[in-house]
């Protein structure tokens, strides 16, 4: 079997044993959700939904295609009888729209693999920028999510407030090296138990506080009041906390993340995550992820690499 072949069964492979399904055509791989036996909420590993993927109107470069000289017979284009996934295509149209490639000698659709390779090992990432992915993640820790959101270049985050939501939505993340060992994942679970039990324990304090007119706690609105009461208690909430967020990226900063993320050096919570985020990005598009290969560490955690780094 070819390598590209074996690295996207792999892929699939792997895809689907971490529980990957398509929903309308949008992957994703959800994480179960635990309880300790005081019935605090944790979880296990990342959940990622791709929420959504672009839309490429190909046919809406026909008005265009067709005001040149037909001897260029550029709207061809149109006709070209392979289908890309339509962030494939929009990146293929934007590179190609660079140098007018619309005529009989283009690359064809068929082609589309080694196009984009030539761009990724060639570095002209930017082409790469067209394509975004948008992302729901959860189960993920607020110690993770402070490392992703050091990427700045093409990316975007909106993650969950600890000063507007209450401690009815707290829930924790369990690292995988407490879930191996009995007494590890015992005081996991009661520190889990502590902290919501302090959490709710404070928040109390301070409402009582308030009411009592203490001055760095009041407010003219109700919202305000629970802000203050809420900003002011999570300060005992430990990195374990889960930091749910939708995450966006243009394809270049994702595959740039990947790299970063997926690989050996990184750390294995936010290695698991950039694990998923790859498999769901390489079900929906094998053409701008078709160049990476997976790799297993002696922990049997993965790794995500490509010679085309950084394009
Ligand atoms: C294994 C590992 C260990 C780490 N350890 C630490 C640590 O101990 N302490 C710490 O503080 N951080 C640490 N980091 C975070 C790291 O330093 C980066 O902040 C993070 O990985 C974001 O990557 P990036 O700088 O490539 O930025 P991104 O925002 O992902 O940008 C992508 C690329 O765009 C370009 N770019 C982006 N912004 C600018 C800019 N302002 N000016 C010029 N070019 C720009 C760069 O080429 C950059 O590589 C670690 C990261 C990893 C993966």
Redesign the pocket.
Known sequence: METTERNTERARQLFEELGGAVLDGFPNIHSQVHHTRAGTPYLKRPGVVVLAKPQTNLAGLGGFLVGFDPDLRFTEYLDDPTTLPDSSQLCKTSGQTCYMSFGPRRTTNENAAAYIERLTSAGHGSVLEHSSFNFLLYGISRSVTH?LV????G?AFSQVSQRYVSGAVLRFVERPEYQEDEELHMTFEERADRAAAEYEAMADLLLERQEGGASMLTADYRTDARKKVQQTARSLLPNETEAPMVFTGNVR?LR??IE??A?A???SEIRNLALRLFLCLRTVDPILFGDYELGELPDGTYTVSTKNR?A
Do not use: F, L, Q, S
């Not at 050091?150 to 270049?153: I, N, S, V």
């Open positions: 490392e050091r990427h700045r270049a990316a900063a740039h993340i970063m993320r690989d050096h990184a750390e950084k």
